[in-house]
């Protein structure tokens, strides 16, 4: 059964750092493509960043270039994603999701190309 299971998330005031994790099971990361996303409350999903199953690609929304990194422990078929300097707008609930893309040089910060989900880990900053 592929899975993947967030966590991390939790209250940080402005400035503040967290690092979410996602972790599968049932298949290797290797061959995917690694994304993350967040959903704020009344708002639409949008793409944070991604990974490509080399790990050798990231890509990054506008919003979080320069303060959220993400990268990937293969031997624990983990992604992570580093976020520093957060602020109040960072506050969303935070997917990753898994990509079966054959090349492994590439990901995508599109969420239609993503098959398996994570159920999401809640990220609030607030002072």
């Known amino acids: 059964q592929l899975q993947l299971v967030e966590s991390g998330g939790g209250l940080v005031q402005p400035g503040g750092s967290l690092r979410l994790s996602c972790a599968a099971s049932?298949?290797?990361?290797?061959?995917?493509?690694i994304g993350w996303f967040r959903q704020a409350p009344g708002k639409e999903r949008e793409a944070v960043s991604c990974?490509?199953?080399?790990?050798?690609?990231?890509n990054y929304a506008d919003s979080v270039k320069g303060r959220f990194a993400i990268y990937k422990d293969h031997a624990k078929n983990t992604v992570y994603l580093q976020m520093n300097n957060l602020k109040p707008e960072d506050t969303a609930v935070y997917y990753c999701?898994?990509?079966?893309?054959?090349?492994?040089?590439?990901?995508?910060?599109?969420?239609?190309?993503?098959?398996?989900w994570g159920q999401g880990t809640q990220v609030t900053v607030s002072s």
């Open positions: 049932g298949f290797s990361l290797d061959y995917f493509a």
């Open positions: 990974i490509s199953s080399s790990g050798a690609r990231t």
């Open positions: 999701a898994a990509d079966g893309i054959s090349d492994q040089t590439l990901c995508v910060l599109r969420d239609y190309e993503y098959n398996y």
